[in-house]
């Protein structure tokens, strides 16, 4: 499996236009064994109720019939069980919480669809990668710092962020890349599933299914498109002194020598972002 990866990442690598037209046969017993090994042991149930080790006991017979139903198409994800967990600021953060199979299927996509765009995604974007985590993205922002001339922070995040992403502008923005209509359709499938709450199922045209397994990468799609393309494009030509970048998910940090830059990346961000609510603070750090 991870030479067949492997080439995918090289192709990435080499063809940054190409659209990737063979990929679904990767989803294939062994990305689905092992997708189902990397999952959480205690992790909560979806709405199916089955438990992971469950679903081990009779695991080679369970693998064979899911790769089955992916194949001939006749597989169907199954609505989200909503909760909620505390957040630091005493509000509430909402989880979907996919049925089992639906977090094998969508890890063992998300497997094949990342040796793609960690070819794509720029150094700036550190949230839910396998080559980037929250102690990077302080270290890049502490060295930025200190070693660049800034004198003015931006620090925003994007409100309702995993809930509000516009699902069609998601799909023309994957659509760059994956050339491979099954595996569209499969993303569309886990987009309108739903969410099952207080026995009731709503299917949304917006958000990701924050708490799913595909949804950190299909957030990182969406902000590659909306804002970090855009976000280096201006650094390159819009601003007048320093600028640094760092994102983690839907928090963006940014840096700027002078304060005029900060606010006019600011409006525009903002415009750019009409479709999405930012809350923001432009300060000079310590």
Known sequence: MSQALDRIRQAAR???????????????PETLRTAF??????????????????YEADLDQRIADLHDRVQRGAYRALPSRRTYI?????????????ALEDKIVQRATAAVLNQIYEEDFLGFSYGFRS??????????????????????????DVAGFFDGVSQDWLIRFAEHRIGDKRI???????????????????VSERGTGQGSVISPLLA?????????????????????????????ADDIVVGFQYEANGQRFWNMMRERLQSSRCSSILTRPD
Do not use: C, S
């Not at 090994?37 to 469950?54: E, F």
């Not at 804002?227 to 494009?233: I, P, Y």
């Open 14 to 28: 080499q063809r940054k236009k190409e659209k990737f037209t063979a990929l679904f046969h990767h989803i294939n």
């Open 37 to 54: 090994y990397a999952l959480k042991r205690d992790g909560a149930p979806g709405v199916d109720g089955t438990t992971w080790r469950t």
């Open 86 to 98: 505390p957040k630091p600021d005493g509000r509430q953060r909402p989880l979907a919480i996919a």
């Open 131 to 156: 080559e980037g985590g929250q102690h990077d993205a302080l270290d890049a922002l502490y060295v930025g710092i200190a070693q660049r001339k800034v004198n003015y922070i931006l620090d925003a």
């Open 184 to 202: 569209i359709r499969l993303i569309r499938k886990w987009l309108k599933a739903g969410v099952l709450e207080d026995g009731v199922v709503t």
């Open 220 to 248: 990182n799609i969406y902000l590659h498109y909306v804002f970090d393309l855009w976000a280096e494009r201006w650094r390159r030509r819009e601003a007048t002194g320093d600028m640094i970048i760092v994102r983690y």
